[in-house]
């Protein structure tokens, strides 16, 4: 069986407004998602890893 996965795109400004950070700080994060890229001049952000990028950095603040 071949499994689909539902994948769901953010655009830069979602991305922002979820995680607080600059869309500059966003591309210049080396521990933050790489986009994917949806056009020539168009990339969009997995929202599963914008997610577990999130959730990571809540688990960081809890152990620390």
């Given at each position: 069986?071949i499994?689909t996965?539902?994948?769901?795109?953010?655009?830069?400004?979602?991305?922002?407004?979820?995680t607080?950070?600059?869309?500059?700080?966003?591309?210049?994060?080396?521990?933050?998602?790489?986009?994917?890229?949806?056009?020539?001049?168009?990339?969009a952000?997995?929202?599963?890893?914008?997610?577990?990028?999130?959730?990571?950095?809540?688990?960081?603040r809890?152990?620390?």
């Amino acid at each position: 069986a071949i499994q689909t996965a539902q994948y769901q795109l953010l655009k830069l400004p979602e991305v922002i407004a979820r995680t607080g950070k600059s869309g500059s700080a966003i591309y210049s994060d080396p521990t933050f998602p790489k986009p994917v890229k949806i056009g020539p001049r168009a990339s969009a952000w997995v929202e599963s890893e914008v997610t577990a990028w999130i959730e990571a950095r809540i688990a960081a603040r809890q152990t620390a």
